[in-house]
């Protein structure tokens, strides 16, 4: 049988019930990201970056993230644990700790496909696409992702202001229209 979007769902609440839900949930990522093509075949083709929202509720949220090439997302927090199996492309996080007038670099990783990192609720990072194709990573956050107050920060000058989906949403659209532009 075919992986369909219902299954992600279903395997990802099903790991809620377990004593370490993050941990639950990046073993089901694990399996996942294993088998690129069911998921390709399951979540569709990728023809721009974006966000796709596969689930939200107050407990979780899942989502299909497709970085376009060349494109990166200024530091932001989520408050909440994440979850992010990529299968395909590759996603380079910077990682960053509050300080006296904005933040400090904590290191980096990057997350090729295949790969499944997870994050506590009180990280802070960025994300760039380097290279010259898509990555594309299911998301999973314990709780609702689009409700709740949030920061992120101005990556020239470590400035905290609310996060705003409609400015990272306009970050999408202006890479897209780049690389369409390049290609």
Not at 19 to 40: I, Y
Not at 88 to 113: C, H, I, M, V
Request: proline letters at 3%; charged letters at 25%.
């Amino acid at each position: 049988m075919a992986l369909a979007v219902e299954d992600i769902i279903a395997r990802c609440q099903t790991a809620l019930d377990e004593h370490t839900p993050v941990l639950a949930v990046r073993d089901v990522l694990d399996e996942l990201v294993a088998d690129e093509t069911a998921l390709e075949r399951a979540l569709g083709p990728v023809d721009f970056g974006g966000i796709t929202t596969l689930h939200n509720a107050d407990n979780l949220t899942i989502l299909r993230v497709a970085w376009t090439p060349g494109m990166a997302l200024n530091p932001h927090e989520h408050r909440m644990w994440a979850v992010i199996g990529m299968y395909g492309g590759q996603e380079d996080n910077a990682f960053y700790r509050r300080a006296a007038g904005g933040l400090e670099s904590t290191g980096g990783k990057e997350l090729p496909a295949g790969d499944v990192l997870v994050l506590g609720d009180d990280v802070i990072h960025s994300v760039a696409n380097s290279r010259r194709e898509f990555a594309v990573a299911l998301h999973v956050y314990g709780g609702d992702f689009f409700s709740g107050a949030r920061s992120e920060w101005d990556f020239e000058t470590y400035e905290e202001r609310p996060r705003d989906l409609a400015r990272t949403r306009r970050l999408f659209d202006e890479a897209n229209a780049r690389w369409r532009d390049e290609s």
